[in-house]
């Protein structure tokens, strides 16, 4: 069950990025600028990996388009 936040809504971002070592770049840039915490990643094979984070909305929504190229 998702933990209630200060505003009362949680969202679940997810970038996509080709290797390992973007995918940790772009969760730490995350977590780092904004309300966001890492829920996770998944190998999705073919060398692109799936990064996870979970947040309040606004965190959310603000951090997943800036690390869009």
């Known amino acids: 069950m998702a ?3 200060s505003s009362g809504q949680v969202a679940l971002g997810m970038i ?7 995918a940790i770049e772009a969760a730490d840039a ?4 904004e309300k966001c915490h890492h829920h996770g990643h998944v ?6 990996v799936s990064v996870l984070v979970r947040g309040e909305v606004g965190a959310v929504k603000a951090e ?3 690390l869009a190229p």
Do not use: D
Request: a positive charge; proline letters at 9%.
């Open 64 to 66: 997943t388009p800036m």
């Open 16 to 22: 996509e990025t080709r290797g390992v070592v973007p």
């Open 30 to 33: 995350m977590v780092k600028a």
């Open 43 to 48: 190998k999705a094979g073919g060398g692109l």
């Open 3 to 5: 933990e209630k936040l």
